[in-house]
């Protein structure tokens, strides 16, 4: 167990929703990455949060969005779905602020099936 | 586009016989961070290599960083069944982190 958690561990919705996901970092980790995985694919970096501000930007499509509230959870919205969308979405959380340097802890995932 | 490559993108071993991944990257790294990804999990941090050179030894499993910290390596020596999985490598660049595009590696007993 990592100690990030993610919900809802599956959800399937139509084309043309939007959902949300959400993620609990570990205790004391200031920052939340979201990856996405399509089936047999690499980790695809999204966006990164730091202690409630966007620290750095991936590959995330305008209709995706995502925030980090003060008691640093974070949500990952998704609209507009497509069915190219459907994916294992990943959360993952730092204790520090520089992306590529501090450990990744992450979630057991939320996967996404778009119908 | 992808600034770190890694290679094979699948590796088929007898149980017994080594492994190696390796990862490239077109710029100076400063650090190097390698996960493994057990089938139907999420990617575990194994270590972090920051010197130019430098050599970690993990039990059956030895990272190494290039001289230049451009590229990297992980071997595993006399694989197991439970080695199987993706392994990744996350290159940072002072400025932006790349994942690599995994290596799946699988084990027959």
């Known amino acids: 167990d990592s100690g990030v958690t993610q919900t809802p561990k599956h959800l399937i919705t139509a084309t043309g929703q939007r959902v949300t996901l959400r993620c609990s970092p570990r205790?004391?980790?200031?920052?939340v990455y979201w990856y996405q995985q399509s089936l047999d694919q690499g980790l695809q970096f999204l966006i990164q949060y730091y202690n409630g501000e966007e620290r750095a930007k991936g590959n995330i499509l305008e209709r995706f969005s995502a925030q980090q509230f003060p008691d640093l959870h974070s949500e990952l919205n998704l609209s507009s779905l497509e069915l190219g969308d459907s994916a294992l979405y990943f959360c993952a959380s730092s204790v520090g602020r520089t992306s590529g340097y501090y450990e990744q802890y992450f979630g057991p995932g939320t996967r996404l099936t778009v119908t | 586009g992808q600034q770190v490559m890694q290679i094979p993108q699948y590796q088929h071993v007898q149980e017994g016989e080594d492994f190696t991944t390796y990862c490239n990257s077109s710029t100076t790294l400063s650090n190097i961070q390698w996960y493994k990804q057990r089938p139907g999990g999420h990617p575990v941090f194994l270590i972090q290599l920051v010197k130019s050179g430098e050599v970690k030894k993990q039990k059956r499993l030895t990272f190494q960083f290039g001289e230049a910290k451009k590229n990297s390596s992980l071997h595993i020596t006399a694989t197991q069944t439970t080695d199987v999985g993706t392994y990744f490598c996350?290159?940072?660049?002072?400025?932006?982190?790349?994942f690599g595009s995994g290596t799946k590696l699988n084990v027959k007993p």
């Open positions: 996350l290159g940072d660049n002072f400025n932006k982190f790349y």
């Open positions: 205790s004391g980790d200031l920052s």
